[in-house]
């Protein structure tokens, strides 16, 4: 079975909101959603949006019913034509992984190609 590619694109404007986020603090983890456009063989990253109200420590972050809640509402409103294509996360202190509750996520919500 052939698997076709996928391009993303992440323009730096967008990239640079992401690090900023990630960095506001070296304690606890912080992540948040992209918000973009998924056509033919690419995904264009239109804006991040950071999940303030999720529940984090050093070792996890948690995105509860609410912050669900509160960026699907936001994307609806703010970026129209656009959906959730994916998400994001820091390990402060930690290489880049994915945990177990990182698959689960990845899996559930973004399992689509993009």
């Known amino acids: 079975m052939s698997h076709s590619s996928i391009d993303i694109v992440l323009p730096e404007g967008v990239q640079d909101e992401i690090e900023e986020h990630c960095f506001t603090t070296t304690v606890n983890e912080v992540g948040g959603f992209l918000v973009g456009k998924t056509s033919d063989n690419t995904t264009l990253i239109a804006a991040a949006i950071p999940a303030t109200s ?61």
Request: hydrophobic share 40%.
């Open 54 to 114: 999720a529940v984090s420590s050093q070792v996890s972050l948690t995105f509860t019913h609410e912050v669900w809640d509160d960026v699907i509402g936001r994307v609806h409103r703010d970026y129209p034509g656009q959906s959730l294509v994916g998400w994001y996360h820091s390990h402060p202190g930690f290489a880049l992984f994915l945990s177990d509750y990182d698959a689960f996520i990845q899996q559930n919500f973004f399992g689509a190609p993009g």
